[in-house]
């Protein structure tokens, strides 16, 4: 088992007609890693929660409404930076020969966030979930012991 803090800080940018940077988040995390989850070989559980900070320039982006693009049931809306809500993500996995399956569920609650009351927040909780699959196409011949 092994639990340590992340600092992530991204760089969010649109690909539109021309490439530019739309803004900053920073989401801290506590993570959690286990392996050989309830005894059994391989399966591997992880955990992280934490908040999210964003800058105005990203929320402004994402939950902002320009005066032109107002209507009488959204108005026009100026986003602040700020706290951002906070994340909680369960993640199970296994490699097996040939193959990787891995599940999670993540929850999201904008209780709080600097953004709550824009018109174009429709709900403050979430949840999804997801499934993969990957093949391993090939590997190196000399195998390491790997901690991520």
């Known amino acids: 088992?092994?639990?340590?803090?992340?600092?992530?800080l991204r760089s969010?940018?649109?690909?539109e007609s021309h490439?530019?940077?739309?803004?900053?988040v920073f989401a801290p995390v506590l993570n959690l890693d286990m392996a050989d989850v309830a005894g059994l070989r391989g399966w591997n559980l992880g955990a992280q929660a934490g908040p999210i900070f964003t800058d105005?320039?990203?929320?402004?982006?994402?939950?902002?409404?320009?005066?032109?693009?107002a209507t009488a049931t959204r108005p026009a809306y100026s986003?602040?930076?700020?706290?951002a809500g906070s994340q909680f993500t369960l993640a199970l996995s296994k490699r097996f020969p040939g193959f990787w399956?891995?599940?999670?569920?993540r929850y999201d609650n904008l209780a709080g966030a600097v953004f709550a009351d824009s018109?174009?927040?429709r709900r403050s909780r979430n949840v999804s979930a997801g499934?993969?699959?990957?093949?391993?196409?090939g590997q190196s011949s000399q195998m390491v012991e790997s901690h991520e």
């Open 79 to 83: 986003a602040q930076g700020g706290y």
């Open 19 to 24: 490439t530019r940077q739309v803004g900053w």
């Open 119 to 121: 018109p174009l927040v």
């Open 12 to 15: 969010a940018f649109t690909v």
């Open 131 to 137: 499934i993969g699959i990957a093949w391993i196409l």
């Open 56 to 69: 105005h320039s990203y929320n402004q982006t994402f939950y902002g409404v320009a005066p032109g693009e």
């Open 101 to 105: 399956v891995g599940a999670f569920t």
């Open 1 to 8: 088992m092994r639990l340590d803090f992340r600092a992530p």
